[in-house]
C-alpha cells in the first residue's frame, strides 16, 4: 500500500510563495495520475490540481489557475505544488493523493496522509 508524506506548507503573507512536495513510499506513483486537495476549516475536501502520470495534462480548479503549478517527477516518486501570488482564502490543509477513478477534470484520491498546513495571512 502507498504511503504519501506532504511537506512545504508554513504561514505566509498575502502574495507569497510556498513550493509543497509529496513523496510516495510503498508503491510508485505511476502510472497513477496524481492530485493535490485541499480542505479549509469548516469546508469539504476540494480537488486543486491534478497532472497524468506522464506529466502530459495537467487541470487546475479556477480558483488557483495562474497561480499553482502541479508537476511530477516519477524517478523520484515526487509530486510538487508551486504556489505563487497567495491568497488568504488558500489557506487549508494540502493533502496529496494518487487517483483511483480519473477523467480529465476529476480525480478521486485515495491512501490519505496527514497533509501540509499552509496559511496565508493578509
Known amino acids: 500500500q502507498v504511503q504519501l508524506k506532504e511537506s512545504g506548507g508554513g504561514l505566509v503573507q498575502a502574495g507569497g510563495s510556498l513550493r509543497l512536495s509529496c513523496t510516495a513510499s510503498?508503491?510508485?506513483?505511476?502510472?497513477?495520475?496524481m492530485g493535490w486537495f485541499r480542505q479549509a476549516p469548516g469546508k469539504e475536501r476540494e480537488s486543486v490540481a491534478i497532472?497524468?502520470?506522464?506529466?502530459?495534462?495537467?487541470y487546475y480548479v479556477d480558483s488557483v489557475k495562474g497561480r499553482f503549478t502541479i508537476s511530477r517527477d516519477n524517478a523520484e516518486n515526487t509530486m510538487y505544488l508551486q504556489m505563487n501570488s497567495l491568497k488568504p482564502e488558500d489557506t487549508a490543509i494540502y493533502y496529496c493523493?494518487?487517483?483511483?477513478?480519473?477523467?480529465?477534470?476529476?480525480?478521486?484520491?485515495?491512501?490519505w496522509g496527514q497533509g501540509t498546513q499552509v496559511t496565508v495571512s493578509s
Open positions: 497532472i497524468t502520470w506522464t506529466g502530459g495534462y495537467t
Open positions: 493523493a494518487p487517483c483511483t477513478d480519473y477523467s480529465g477534470t476529476y480525480c478521486r484520491g485515495a491512501y
Open positions: 510503498g508503491r510508485p506513483f505511476s502510472p497513477y495520475s
